[in-house]
């Protein structure tokens, strides 16, 4: 459409609100029918293309609350970067880096138990801990803002995925007990994961990390309680568990990191309250 350059530049700025939209194809090509059916209309009436272009544009609306009406979900929000999403994706890597440096902590901690200098061993212990559950805490902002991106769409099971990481990251306090806060943060991370990749907005591949990275330390656990009568009595996160676990936090983490770095990428629009209904 080379001879309606308002309209293309219009289109142009639809296609890059509903980028992330699976349907961002159909439609665009649905306004685009529409606007070239209005300038069709305004011709036949003796103006000049570029007046039936900017008639068209100006009853059509602007591209970004089109873009957002369109964005609107069957749950009733509106599925667009706010400043609040934004303000989530921050706080998401933000948790991402505490999940890296409390497994780093947690390694040290072990490894200098396994070596008996104890000097500092409550130390890492207790940094381990609190960073823990402060990632925990920041990762179910992260929760709450995608919920708000995806206008509501991840439902009940991104609620629950909220409900189910802020219990794992409370749990965490009793970082001994693995058992409790890691079960926790998996079913927590599959729930938000597979929620994800259903609306189909976020990065598909940092949603399946956040799953298969919490999947990782789960079955590093349960393998190390498993282990025969010999082995049974020493610490979760003894060499190679602790290597597993390791692993699987940097690619929770990386997937976390993914996520938050999505949200923090994209340029907010505060709709008015009047619009959330759209």
């Known amino acids: 459409m080379a001879e309606y350059a308002l309209i293309d530049r219009y289109l142009g700025e639809l296609r890059h609100m509903l980028r992330r939209s699976p349907e961002a194809d159909d439609i665009v090509a649905e306004v685009a029918d529409h606007l070239l059916e209005g300038v069709s209309q305004h011709r036949d009436n003796g103006v000049t293309s570029l007046v039936a272009e900017r008639f068209v544009l100006t009853e059509f609306g602007d591209p970004t609350l089109v873009g957002r009406a369109f964005a609107s979900s069957k749950h009733g929000g509106i599925a667009v970067p706010t400043t609040f999403t934004k303000r989530a994706g921050l706080l998401g890597v933000a948790s991402a880096v505490l ?63 909220a409900y189910v990481l802020g219990a794992a990251g409370v749990t965490s306090f009793a970082l001994w007990f693995w058992a409790p806060w890691l079960t926790l943060t998996l079913a927590g991370a599959l729930l938000v994961g597979s929620s994800l990749v259903r609306a189909g907005l976020a990065p598909r ?65 505060d709709e008015p309250d009047n619009l959330l209904t759209v």
């Open 99 to 161: 999940y890296v440096a409390a497994s780093f902590s947690m390694l040290v901690y072990n490894q200098r138990n396994e070596t008996g200098q104890s000097d500092w061993d409550a130390t890492f212990f207790g940094i381990s801990t609190y960073t823990y559950i402060a990632a925990g805490l920041l990762l179910v902002a992260l929760v709450v803002g995608l919920n708000r991106r995806h206008g509501g769409a991840l439902g009940k099971q991104g609620r629950w995925a």
């Open 205 to 269: 591949w940092a949603s399946l990390a956040v799953q298969v990275g919490a999947a990782i330390p789960v079955g590093a656990m349960w393998v190390a309680w498993l282990l025969p009568e010999s082995t049974a009595d020493q610490d979760f996160g003894d060499d190679p568990t602790i290597l597993f676990a390791l692993a699987g936090f940097i690619i929770f983490a990386t997937g976390i990191a993914g996520l938050g770095a999505w949200l923090l990428s994209e340029t907010p629009v």
